[in-house]
C-alpha cells in the first residue's frame, strides 16, 4: 500500500504531497526552536532565546498556510478513506507542532529571564536531560511521519512514559531546594515551568505519533494502553515511505 502517487490524478498526488512537506518542514522549525530553547536556558544565551521567541511567528504563519492548504485540497479532491485520514492527521499534528513552538517559546522566554536577573542556575541539568529526551522523541516522530513507519510510530509513544518518570523525578529533586532553603522558592518555580514545558512537549509528540498510527492503519490508539493494538499495526504493510526525495524535513542539529 502506498499512501501517496495511487491517484490517476497526478495533481492530487502532488497536493498530497505537498501538505505532508510543508508539515515536515513546519515540524524541522519547531525541532530547531526547541533544540535551541533548551541551549539558551543552559548556556545562558539572551541572544538565542531571542532568536526562538522571534522564530515562533514563522512557526505560526506556516501552520497558516498549511490550514489554508488542508481546506483547499478537502473543498477541491473531496477525499475519502485513507487520503481523508492522511489529511486530518497532517491538520491534527499541525497543531501539536504549532504548540511544541509555543512551549519552546515559553522555555527561552524563562531563560532570558533568568539571564538577565543572574539566577543560580538550579535544575539546569535535570532541564538540559529532559530537553535531550523530547528533542529525541520529536525527532522519531517526525522521521516516522516522514516515511510512514508505524514501528517508529510505537517507539515515541513507548518514550513518553519514560519521559513522565524523569519529569516527576526531575520535580522531587526541585523540592529538595525548597526544603533546605525557603530562598530558592521563586527559582524552583521558574525551572518548574521548564520542566512542564518539556514535558508537555513529549505529551504533543506521542500525540503526532498517534495520529500517524491511525492514518496508517485506521485505529486509533490514543487511549489504549502500548501494545493492545501494536501487532495488528506492525505488520510489513504497516510501513511505507514517500516517495520525494525533496522533503523538507530534515533533522535539526541545533544550528540555525
Known amino acids: 500500500m502506498n499512501l501517496i502517487g495511487e491517484h490517476l490524478s497526478k495533481s492530487y498526488d502532488q497536493d498530497l504531497q505537498n501538505l505532508v512537506n510543508l508539515f515536515l518542514k513546519m515540524g524541522g522549525m519547531a ?30 504563519f506556516t501552520e497558516q498556510q498549511l490550514d489554508d492548504s488542508v481546506v483547499k485540497v478537502l473543498a477541491r479532491r ?26 519552546a517559546k515559553k522555555i527561552a522566554k524563562m531563560a532570558r529571564r533568568a539571564t538577565r536577573e543572574g539566577q543560580s542556575p538550579i535544575g539546569y541539568h535535570e532541564a538540559h536531560q529532559m530537553g535531550n529526551f523530547v528533542q529525541m522523541m520529536l525527532k522519531n516522530a517526525l522521521e516516522a511521519f ?18 513522565d518518570a524523569m519529569y516527576k523525578s526531575a520535580s522531587r529533586a526541585m523540592m529538595t531546594y525548597i526544603m533546605e532553603d525557603g530562598r530558592y522558592v521563586a527559582k524552583v518555580i521558574d525551572i518548574l515551568w521548564v520542566l512542564r514545558s518539556i514535558e508537555r512537549i513529549g505529551a504533543h509528540a506521542r500525540n503526532i505519533a498517534e ?15 502500548l501494545g493492545a493494538k501494536k501487532d495488528s499495526a506492525l505488520n510489513p504493510a504497516a510501513s511505507h ?16
Open 146 to 163: 516522514a516515511k510512514f513507519d508505524a514501528t517508529g510510530a510505537y517507539q515515541v509513544i513507548g518514550q513518553d512514559s519514560q519521559i
Open 78 to 103: 473531496q477525499p475519502a478513506a485513507t487520503d481523508l485520514r492522511l489529511i486530518m492527521a497532517v491538520s491534527k499534528c499541525s497543531a501539536d507542532i504549532e504548540r511544541i513552538g509555543d512551549e
Open 211 to 225: 495520529q500517524l498510527i491511525f492514518c496508517i492503519t485506521g485505529e486509533d490508539v490514543r487511549y489504549q494502553k
Open 31 to 60: 525541532e530547531a526552536n526547541l533544540t535551541k530553547a533548551i541551549e539558551s536556558l543552559v548556556k545562558s544565551d539572551v541572544a538565542l532565546a531571542e532568536d526562538v521567541i522571534d522564530g515562533d511567528k514563522e512557526i505560526n
Open 241 to 256: 515511505e514517500i516517495n520525494d526525495a525533496s522533503l523538507d524535513y530534515q533533522p535539526s542539529n541545533g544550528e540555525n
